[in-house]
């Protein structure tokens, strides 16, 4: 299968290079593919013609979007718009990537893939907008993946690191950790994703739509660091915070945690967002001694 990935240099694009099965994949940089210049990706994909397009790039630094949201809505939902709409006037599948950040409100339960969205900052408003671009411009072909936490081995440049990264290095420090307790999530693993992405395109035959795609379970970012910490052995204290949900003025989502339901269908699960944490650490960290 030939693919154009689009957002190759990130967490999750680099790790679709990384377990690509096989397929011919066309991945061009920033310098040759910008998304805040549509126009560029919508000449490349008539010139290339590919079978798939892959659009994994994003602005998703979320306190960065309330102060930027021109930037946030031409790359999360213009930019995806021309790139749905170029692939449906060449009879080209869609792929793009959604998050968790599309639901707010009060819940206790998995969100579903038909559950009605709810965002409650810029960020999420973007990420749905983009989402109804591509499934109104290609409804018979695109898919759109929702994920949450996302955390992998290249990093996210735009956070300067990835969550786990960051409280790897205050726990190598000694410094103690405040977390928030508040909010209910699925950390997943990159790595994870692109494979569980794969699985979903490769399968015939695929239905258009939404799609949640997360490792297994649930926890606050308090028991998540709780568990990095354990993993590498440190000795520091990590410290519950509930900040309400808020970063400043900004909101976040309480309870955010997705259900997989289409893709379990289907035969594809990821594994318990333990498990991708441990495996991410002995990657990434092999020198720390996990207990």
Known sequence: ?????????????????????????????????????????????????????????????????????????????????????????????????????VFGGERATPWLESDQPSPLQIYGMTRLAGEYAALAAKPESAVVIRTCGLYGLTGARSKGGNFVDMRVAEALRGQSIEMACEQRVIPTAAADLAQAAYQLIGHPPLQPGIYHLVNEGACSWYEFTCEIVRLIGASVKVLPV????????????LYSVLANTRARAMGIVLRPWQSALAAYLKAKYPEIQSP
């Open 1 to 101: 299968m030939r693919i154009l990935l689009i957002g190759a240099s990130g967490q999750l694009g680099s790790e679709l290079l990384r377990q690509n099965p096989g397929h011919e994949i066309v991945a061009p940089g920033r310098e040759v593919l910008d998304l805040t210049r549509p126009d560029e990706a919508v000449a490349l994909i008539e010139r290339l013609r590919p079978e798939v397009v892959i659009n994994c790039a994003a602005f998703h630094n979320v306190p960065k979007c309330e102060d930027e949201p021109a930037q946030a809505f031409l790359i999360n939902f213009v930019a995806v718009r021309e790139l749905a709409m170029a692939c449906a006037a060449c009879g080209i599948r869609f792929v793009t990537f959604s998050s968790d950040y």
């Open 242 to 253: 509930d900040r309400g949900g808020r970063t400043g003025a900004m909101r976040r989502p």
